[in-house]
């Protein structure tokens, strides 16, 4: 049975014993939380303020559309979910949800994120918001995970416009600045989940996933970490020099990107068996986005309560 047979016949069966908890689930949380908290330090470094009930309808929106995208990745991607260790107990593959569930609740979810997002706060924001559901589903999802290498690097689009989506929320427009948020994210991307492929390289061969490991090789793929780790640690000082963040911002984000810097190279020179350097760098880079971006919403809040003054 092909992969859209089996996406087919799922639709078709029953309801099933699936609990809140279960839809919680395939909202994919975590990475609905990093959209969240990007899209609103979006919001909040963009100029002029936006009010507070507009804010909230707006992130809620984003959060719903972000979580509508994680549904429908679940429903498509349930059989080589059922392959991986990592994400076999996900809601579909483990049969806690259907698969004609999940996809109804994506398109229904999608639909009214969009909608809510576009009647209440503007139409350019909810553009952008329906154009990254469809990217990271039907663009990543459906073709660039299975078909090739630079899957992550080209589907690592859909991640990085959260923060220009809260920016075209606050303002109507699309600014250099929300762009340097995308740049972030966008090269932040493939190290990232190059570190995680590095130590879960059996599970993307069981599920005939082409991440970078599988297809070029450790020795390539730790080059090409090291290679976005010196385009992003430069950019993201750009903030500060660009002048929408503080000169402690600056200093620090030098910092983080020289920690990010020597993880890679720890990857880059660790020998081929020892994956603890891949891992390390993987759960660092976690924390370096965090990090960046926390302090710009810091720098936001400080220069929005002086200007209050």
């Known amino acids: 049975m092909s992969t859209h047979e089996g996406h087919l016949k799922g639709t078709s069966i029953g309801l099933s014993e699936a609990t809140a908890a279960d839809f919680f689930a395939l909202l994919k949380p975590r990475v609905m939380a990093l959209a969240v908290f990007t899209a609103f330090v979006g919001l909040m470094v963009a100029p002029g303020g936006m009010n ?16 509508a995208a ?23 593959p483990s049969g806690r949800v259907t698969p004609g ?22 139409w350019l924001a909810a553009s952008l ?40 929320a606050a303002t109507g427009g ?24 590095l130590f879960k390289v059996g599970d993307y061969a069981v599920a005939g996933i ?10 390539s793929t730790k080059k090409q970490i090291l290679v976005y780790a010196l385009l992003l640690v430069p950019v993201g000082v750009l903030p500060w020099l660009l002048g929408f963040a503080s000169g402690f911002y600056g200093i620090a984000s030098a910092a983080l990107g020289g920690g990010f810097l020597w993880h890679s190279w720890k990857v880059l020179t660790a020998p081929g068996p020892e994956m ?26 400080v220069m929005r309560a002086a200007a209050a003054n």
């Open 52 to 67: 507070p009930v507009m804010a909230v309808i707006a992130i809620g929106a984003i959060a719903a559309g972000a979580g």
């Open 70 to 92: 994680g549904a429908l990745n679940m429903w498509y991607d349930a059989d080589i979910d059922a392959l991986m260790s990592r994400t076999s107990k996900r809601p579909v």
């Open 101 to 122: 569930e999940a996809l109804g609740f994506g398109l229904v979810l999608s639909a009214l994120s969009v909608m809510t997002l576009g009647v209440l706060v503007g």
């Open 129 to 168: 918001l329906a154009f990254t559901i469809f990217f990271y589903v039907v663009i990543y999802t459906m073709w660039l995970k299975r078909s090739t290498p630079q899957n992550i690097v080209i589907g690592g689009a859909a991640g990085a416009l959260p923060p220009v989506i809260g920016w075209a």
């Open 174 to 197: 699309i600014g250099i600045e929300s762009l340097i948020l995308f740049l972030v994210i966008f090269l932040w991307t493939p190290p990232h989940f190059w570190a995680l492929a």
């Open 210 to 219: 082409p991440m970078m490991p599988n297809v070029a090789g450790q020795a």
């Open 276 to 301: 603890r350097p891949a891992k390390a760098l993987f759960a660092y880079s976690i924390f370096y986005l965090f990090a960046l971006f926390a302090m710009l919403l810091a720098d936001a809040i």
